[in-house]
């Protein structure tokens, strides 16, 4: 496929360095394999937190890494295999140090809410990137109707997507990804 122009400068706007208050993750990575799930929204935590709850249960030594959209508030309680996190700007620099320092053998991206620079990096790693639960407001994004050829290079970084309605699937679809993909 042809690398977007539109996202190709977004990248390149990207690459300046992360923000001065923003420092790399502290805390140390556990041992073991990492599902990366990110709660973009609200509606999308108890949901995902099922999930780790599950994974603790059949996949012993396997963990969590929960990270947050704006409206996602942060959990008080999560299960023992949880480590929660912050997300990286929206930057090259800091998206690596992000991937570089957590090392996820899986992600998964809820609703939407999509971070061209965040994901590409993440595309470009060794590990699956899906899409869940994919709503159709959380992918009408404004960028997307400036830079209509930049949502097919973030879309394209998702292996799979789950989307919530057809309509959802049909706006995936709109945005470049490919109908053997969606479910």
């Given at each position: 496929m042809a690398r977007s122009v539109s996202l190709s400068a977004y990248l390149a706007l990207a690459r300046r360095p992360a923000?001065?208050?923003?420092?790399?993750?502290?805390?140390?990575?556990?041992?073991?394999?990492?599902?990366?799930?990110?709660?973009?929204?609200?509606?999308?935590?108890?949901?995902?937190?099922?999930?780790?709850?599950?994974?603790?249960?059949?996949?012993?030594?396997?963990?969590?890494?929960?990270?947050?959209?704006?409206?996602?508030?942060?959990?008080?309680?999560?299960?023992?295999?949880?480590?929660?996190?912050?997300l990286p700007p929206e930057n090259i620099p800091a998206a690596e140090a992000f991937l570089d320092h957590w090392r996820p053998d899986l992600a998964l991206w809820s609703n939407g809410h999509l971070r061209p620079a965040l994901l590409t990096c993440a595309g470009k790693r060794d590990f699956h990137l899906i899409l869940v639960d994919a709503e159709e407001t959380a992918l009408e994004e404004a960028r997307w109707r400036w830079l209509p050829d930049m949502s097919r290079g973030v879309i394209d970084q998702f292996h799979l997507a789950f989307a919530r309605t057809a309509n959802a699937a049909r706006r995936l679809t709109r945005l470049g990804m490919a109908p053997e993909r969606i479910d």
């Open positions: 923000p001065s208050d923003w420092a790399p993750p502290r805390e140390p990575r556990p041992e073991g394999r990492i599902v990366w799930v990110h709660a973009a929204s609200q509606g999308a935590m108890p949901g995902l937190l099922q999930l780790a709850i599950r994974l603790e249960r059949d996949h012993p030594g396997a963990h969590v890494l929960l990270t947050r959209g704006g409206d996602a508030d942060r959990p008080a309680r999560v299960p023992d295999n949880v480590v929660q996190a912050d």
